[in-house]
């Protein structure tokens, strides 16, 4: 008996808890950490869209799945380019990496 | 070929000969003279069958040779010009075509044709001579071709004035000799005093020429015509006579024949404007004869004799009218007042020169006491031995220079009559010739055309009660005689005075032959105006002169009845002066010795010196101080100066007030400024950090989306 | 007040709180630790929703591997072991500002859909959820090509991950 709504604000609330853990940490892996609670929020809306819809349309689950295919490709290449960047400049503090602006 | 088509192709030889020579033969010598002789030889031609056929016309008077053609238009009706030969104009075509032709033939030897060309000549000074052979002989004259073309042009503007039928084309013929004379006076332009001579005569004659400008405006205004015949018909003079101006209490007749009478006195160098036919000697000589006898100064009697009717418009015969007196009064001083400054003069042309001027005086006189006759006759006389004279002391001036180029002493004048004498064992032509024209100045009786002309005009003074004129007349005749026989005795008489002199030998064929020419007219041309009841020899020819030119006239004049007193008088005055002459000179050798070397005299009655005081001095001061200096420089130039900075200011100020601080420092550098500003503080937000860059671009969305939200979807 | 709300909430609340604590504890390792406690309460939620195999592949991959990425990412990374400074960067609270405010449009915008109070469908009997999914990964007619271009990324991710990441330890000497 569970509304729509509560799934939703519940991810919306994940999701922006995520959002400011990536606009506001300091390291680089705490900006990642924020990232995944982000998709992991993504996913919640996803599959509730699937239950409370159509269940037997499988497409919001697929999506969730894809979704965890992508997750995880996109920590290990994220969490790859923090180490490769801590080995280079020997800092993960994500102010530290600013040579994005030439 | 009819005559009247004739009479309008006689001025046109010249004319093409002065377009042929600038243009085209400017380099030949002798194709230049050729073009030039040959055109005056074919206008002589031509003005020969006219004035032949102009003998064969019954009443010429009447009906004479015309043609005219409409020409500018004025409203209505248009303004003709166009041609005419009446009796006068047949005469007049006469002497001037000879005279014109032989000056012609007698430039090609004056100027050295065929001579070397000189050592140190330059185009503008007169030829200084050649070494030929360790000789120096003459040699040819620079620019040789271009007096052909001005002579040509000379002419041109004469025959025009002749043939004319109207003021207008006569005035067009006037004022191109003026222009010519100009050029042929001052045709030795190196020489300062040719060219000044030039301006002098170009500025006294202009002066002339305006007031006659103004009387043909006013005859136009009057009579809406300027066509000889249609002014001279009886109701117009009539009209004229009796319309008062307010004007000296002159009727308009009067008015506009003063004022026609003053470009003559102008151009033919009457008192007070006759200063400048004594400079215009500083001409070749051929011009000399060309401008003082044959042509510009017989214009000036011509355009009088033409304009006679309008002059005695109201004159009966007896009482003279107000116009009739002054020109009476002019010619009468003027023949006297030069006559006495011709006998302290040394040089040869100026001598003939102050002849002139006396000469027209006899001429004016005549016309100025209605002898109608008698000024015409004297005037063609005149010509022929004015013009032979010229061309003798032009003969004169050449024999001796061959002295001077053999001596090579260039300080001697060829022009002094006191380095002369003896002359006429070394040049008889010229001698001879000189002679025949000398004698015809004095009025030598019988024999020569000046004594029968001279003595029409005492007749005619004596027979109309002017004694007053025909005493001073008579004064002024005996003088001539005294020194034209000063000029003969210096020049030709007693022995070589100089080396030059000794030196001296006969000029060329193309010289002397004009001389003889000339000569023979000088002789014979007297015997067609024998008057009929001259005693003995009067009735034999018909005066044929009288009867002739007299037909011009609507009236013919009578003949004034013969009277011994004014015979006698000529033939006194005639032999009395030339023998006086003879007496006192016979024994002169030097100018100290010479009585009559009167300052006064010889300094022309310091007329130049009062005019350079009263006229040119003033006008100077007017032009350099008033005009230039204060006018020009001061005022006009003092105008422009405020301008100046007035635009200085305006520009400062536009550019202090309005260009610097506002365009330049507000709009330009500002918008620089404002470029940087915007720039420089906007760059922080690229720090490279990226949750900075997320935060701006989410709030960017935000501001974005929750705009687009609320205007668009909600 | 159903049971299953009573649950859900307890869940949510403890994800949340979890999530909270993910992002804002200083020490990296604790935060990683977080982020593991907040993944199972996301299993758990899942399993509400009556996706079982999301369940269980959440615990397997997030958990199982995720994090412990995450947790070797951290060892990885360390002078030492103490985290200094502070851990928040400068502009947090715009930051924070931005999150409420995006929380704040996404509850707005939700609350404006029709379907907002949706109450779940029943179940049908039999319900095959694996075998649905199965069946949709790979038909032809549903979603292989996304689930075989999810692999090929995966393998793209795998040797970017380990290009990026090597080092060529055999250069230095």
Redesign the interface.
């Known amino acids: 008996?569970?509304?729509?709504?509560?799934?939703?604000?519940?991810a919306?609330?994940?999701?922006?808890?995520?959002?400011?853990?990536?606009?506001?940490?300091?390291?680089a892996?705490?900006i990642?950490?924020?990232v995944?609670?982000m998709l992991?929020a993504v996913?919640?809306n996803l599959?509730?869209f699937?239950?409370?819809?159509d269940?037997?349309a499988?497409?919001g689950?697929?999506f969730?799945?894809?979704v965890?295919?992508?997750?995880?490709?996109?920590?290990?290449?994220g969490?790859?380019?923090?180490?490769?960047v801590?080995?280079r400049r020997?800092t993960?503090?994500?102010?530290e990496l600013d040579m994005l602006k030439w | 070929m009819t005559t009247e088509l004739l009479i309008w192709l006689i001025p046109l030889p010249p004319v093409l000969a002065f377009f042929l020579i600038v243009l085209f033969t400017n380099k030949s010598k002798a194709l230049s003279h050729s073009v030039g002789v040959g055109a005056a030889f074919l206008s002589f031609l031509g003005a020969m069958i006219v004035f032949v056929r102009a003998l064969g016309v019954e009443h010429l008077g009447e009906h004479p040779f015309e043609s005219s053609i409409p020409w500018l238009p004025t409203g209505e009706t248009w303004l003709e010009i166009g041609v005419l030969i009446d009796p006068l104009g047949a005469a007049v075509l006469f002497f001037v075509a000879i005279t014109i032709f032989m000056i012609f033939l007698y430039s090609v030897g004056y100027h050295n044709f065929g001579q070397p060309a000189g050592d140190h000549d330059h185009a503008g000074l007169p030829p200084h001579g050649a070494t030929v052979h360790g000789h120096t002989v003459p040699s040819v004259e620079p620019m040789y071709s271009r007096f052909f073309a001005f002579l040509g042009l000379f002419a041109f503007g004469m025959y025009v004035l002749v043939i004319s039928d109207n003021l207008l084309t006569m005035f067009v013929g006037w004022e191109i000799m003026g222009l010519c004379s100009y050029l042929l006076i001052g045709f030795w332009y190196g020489k300062p005093s040719a060219r000044n001579a030039a301006i002098k005569a170009f500025m006294t004659t202009r002066i002339g020429d305006v007031f006659m400008l103004i009387g043909i405006a006013f005859l136009y205004s009057v009579t809406g015509t300027l066509s000889f015949r249609e002014i001279f018909n009886e109701t117009t003079l009539h009209t004229l006579a009796s319309v008062p101006t307010g004007v000296l209490g002159l009727s308009a007749a009067g008015l506009i024949a003063v004022l026609l009478f003053i470009g003559t006195v102008g151009k033919s160098a009457q008192f007070p404007l006759h200063v400048w036919l004594p400079d215009a000697m500083e001409g070749p000589t051929p011009v000399s004869a060309m401008i003082h006898a044959a042509t510009m100064v017989s214009a000036g009697v011509y355009a009088v004799i033409r304009m006679f009717p309008l002059l005695t418009a109201g004159y009966e015969g007896h009482g003279l009218t107000p116009e009739m007196t002054f020109v009476a009064f002019i010619g009468t001083f003027t023949a006297i007042f030069a006559a006495t400054i011709a006998v302290a003069q040394n040089d040869i042309k100026r001598v003939l020169a102050y002849s002139t001027i006396s000469q027209l005086g006899f001429m004016i006189a005549a016309l100025g006491i209605g002898a109608y006759v008698a000024a015409a006759f004297h005037l063609i006389t005149h010509a022929f031995f004015k013009a032979l004279l010229f061309l003798g002391s032009g003969s004169v001036i050449h024999g001796m220079e061959h002295g001077v180029l053999h001596t090579g002493n260039h300080k001697v004048d060829p022009q002094d009559m006191f380095n002369m004498g003896g002359l006429r064992k070394k040049m008889p032509f010229t001698f001879w010739t000189f002679l025949i024209g000398g004698f015809a100045l004095s009025g030598f009786p019988l024999v020569t055309a000046g004594f029968w002309s001279k003595d029409e005009i005492l007749a005619d003074a004596w027979y109309h009660h002017h004694y007053l004129v025909f005493g001073t007349l008579a004064l002024a005749a005996f003088l001539t005689a005294f020194y034209t026989m000063r000029q003969i005795t210096l020049t030709f008489l007693g022995e070589p005075r100089t080396e030059e002199a000794k030196h001296a030998h006969e000029t060329p064929w193309t010289m002397t032959t004009p001389l003889v020419v000339l000569s023979f007219f000088a002789i014979t041309y007297g015997w067609v105006g024998i008057p009929e009841k001259f005693p003995l020899i009067g009735g034999i020819f018909p005066n044929w002169f009288h009867d002739f030119v007299g037909h011009t006239l609507a009236e013919v004049p009578k003949a004034p009845e013969f009277s011994w007193i004014p015979l006698l008088t000529s033939i006194v005055v005639a032999l009395g002066g030339l023998a006086a002459g003879y007496f006192v000179y016979r024994n002169v050798k030097t100018p100290a010795e010479d009585k009559l070397q009167i300052p006064v005299l010889k300094n022309k009655w310091y007329f130049d010196e009062i005019y350079n005081a009263v006229f040119i001095k003033p006008a100077l001061w007017f032009s350099e101080v008033f005009v230039s200096k204060w006018m020009d420089k001061g005022f006009i130039d003092g105008i422009l100066h405020i301008f100046g900075p007035i635009t200085g200011g305006v520009g400062s100020a536009i550019r202090n007030y309005f260009d610097v601080p506002i365009i330049n420092r507000l709009i330009g550098d500002g918008s620089a400024d404002a470029t940087w500003w915007v720039g420089k503080n906007l760059r922080p937000i690229q720090t490279g950090?990226i949750?900075?860059y997320l935060?701006l671009s989410?709030?960017v969305i935000?501001v974005v989306?929750?705009l687009l939200y609320f205007f668009l979807l909600a | 007040m159903?049971a299953?709300?009573i649950i859900?909430m307890i869940v949510?609340a403890y994800?949340?709180g979890s999530?909270?604590m993910?992002?804002t504890t200083r020490n990296?390792v604790h935060?990683?630790l977080w982020?593991v406690s907040?993944?199972f309460g996301?299993a758990v939620?899942?399993a509400?929703?009556?996706?079982n195999?999301?369940a269980v592949?959440?615990v397997v991959?997030?958990i199982g591997?995720?994090a412990i990425?995450?947790i070797?990412?951290?060892m990885?990374?360390r002078?030492d072991m103490r985290d200094s400074?502070?851990?928040?960067?400068k502009?947090?609270w715009?930051?924070?500002l931005?999150?409420?405010?995006?929380?704040a449009?996404?509850?707005f915008l939700?609350?404006g859909w029709s379907?907002?109070?949706?109450?779940?469908?029943e179940?049908?009997a039999e319900?095959d959820?694996i075998g649905?999914?199965g069946?949709?990964?790979t038909s032809p007619e549903?979603?292989v090509l996304?689930?075989e271009v999810?692999?090929v990324?995966?393998l793209?991710?795998?040797v970017?991950?380990?290009y990026?990441?090597f080092?060529p330890r055999s250069d230095k000497k």
Request: hydrophobic share 65%.
């Open positions: 008996m569970v509304p729509l709504s509560w799934y939703l604000m519940f919306a609330a994940l999701f922006s808890i995520g959002l400011f853990g990536v606009l506001t940490r300091r390291n892996i705490a990642l950490l924020g995944e609670l992991n996913n919640i599959v509730a699937w239950r409370y819809s269940v037997m499988m497409a689950q697929v969730a799945v894809i965890f295919a992508v997750a995880a490709a996109e920590v290990s290449v969490l790859a380019l923090v180490i490769s801590y080995r020997n993960v503090v994500a102010d | 950090r949750q900075q935060i989410l709030i935000f989306g929750g | 159903t299953q709300q859900f949510a994800t949340i999530g909270l993910v992002v990296l935060a990683a982020l907040t993944l996301v939620a899942y509400l929703l009556n996706a195999f999301i592949v959440q991959v997030y591997a995720i990425l995450f070797f990412a951290v990885l990374t002078k400074g502070p851990q928040m960067n502009n947090w715009a930051g924070a931005v999150a409420v405010l995006v929380f449009g996404l509850a939700l609350s379907g907002f109070r949706n109450i779940a469908a179940l049908p319900f959820a649905l999914l069946e949709a990964l549903a979603f996304p689930f999810a692999s990324l995966l793209a991710a795998l970017g991950a380990v990026v990441a080092n």
